[in-house]
Nanobody
Framework: QVQLVESGGGLVQPGGSLRLSCAAS????????MGWFRQAPGKERAFVAA????????YYADSVKGRFTISRDNAKNTVYLRMNSLKPEDTAVYYC?????????????????WGQGTQVTVSS
């Protein structure tokens, strides 16, 4: 069965960095784009970044552009999210997902497979 397992979350001070990883199994990883979303308490799940199946194209929410970088290693079935210059408003549970439907890659209903999430807390 399809499994997506996130790791790398934690507590970091404002201005700090983290790298999230998402290990995929149970399907042909290189056939699908991948996305990262986040959900803060009391808010809806929101798009953060996405990357095409080849890694050639990537997309970002305006709020993270220039600070976050999405990448993938198809040989390792893993997608990454490098987060720099973290702010308290980046605090959320971060989810990776496999992009299985046609679309812009920015909407949750384009993704059928999701990880369990990893908590990122930005606080001094």
């Amino acid at each position: 069965q399809v499994q997506l397992v996130e790791s790398g979350g934690g507590l970091v001070q404002p201005g700090g960095s983290l790298r999230l990883s998402c290990a995929a199994s149970g399907y042909t990883f290189g056939d699908y784009g991948m996305g990262w979303f986040r959900q803060a308490p009391g808010k809806e799940r929101a798009f953060v970044a996405a990357i095409s199946w080849s890694g050639r194209d990537s997309y970002y929410a305006d709020s993270v552009k220039g600070r976050f970088t999405i990448s993938r290693d198809n040989a390792k079935n893993t997608v990454y999210l490098r987060m720099n210059s973290l702010k308290p408003e980046d605090t959320a549970v971060y989810y990776c997902a496999a992009h299985t439907r046609v679309g812009s890659m920015r909407y949750t209903d384009e993704y059928d497979y999701w990880g369990q999430g990893t908590q990122v807390t930005v606080s001094s």
